[in-house]
């Protein structure tokens, strides 16, 4: 599904609604260039799981954990990792393996590792309408989570 947003609240909230429906142990892999809204996006699924900290992107820490919601969040930024076993080295499957969300910025960056089922978010600019259209294109792989279909702006 194809989601034509024009503005930042309309992507958060786009978060924020798949937020509400994830459950323990779900995978998200957000993809697409800078500044496009995947923190953004990650902030409103915070706050779909009822997570009211300030979320921020890990770019130097790798993942950050946030356990105030009603699942735990693990956010990872792996925008930095040059080689997949830096993310084996900080525990990466006893984190995605868990009974925590996990939301992965920049996923494209360790394909090769990523497990066969999870939610996959692209998100492009669409300059032809302005700098804040963005297309947010969501995909599951894995009857697991076929309860994306539900998700609405």
């Known amino acids: 599904m194809i989601f034509e ?6 992507t958060t909230k786009i978060g924020f609604n798949l937020g509400k429906l994830l459950n323990p142990g ?3 892999c957000l993809t697409g ?3 496009t809204g995947k923190t953004h996006i990650t902030k409103g699924i915070a706050k779909g799981l009822d997570i009211n900290e300030n979320i921020t992107s890990p770019t130097f820490t790798i993942v ?13 930024d792996v925008y930095r990792v040059s080689d997949p076993d830096e993310i084996y080295a900080i525990g990466f ?3 995605i393996f868990s009974d925590a ?13 990523l497990p066969r089922e999870y939610i996959h978010i692209h998100i492009s600019k669409d300059l032809s309408k302005g700098d804040d259209f ?5 995909t599951p792989y894995g009857d697991r989570y076929d309860y994306v279909k539900e ?3």
Not at 101 to 113: K, L, M, Q, T
């Open 5 to 10: 947003i024009k503005s930042i609240d309309e």
């Open 26 to 28: 779900d995978i998200v």
């Open 33 to 35: 260039d800078l500044g």
């Open 64 to 76: 950050n954990e946030y356990e105030s919601g009603r699942l735990k969040l693990n956010h990872f």
């Open 93 to 95: 499957d006893d984190y």
């Open 101 to 113: 969300v996990s939301i992965i910025e920049w996923a494209n960056y360790i394909e090769e590792i």
């Open 134 to 138: 963005r297309n947010i294109k969501i």
């Open 151 to 153: 998700v609405k702006i």
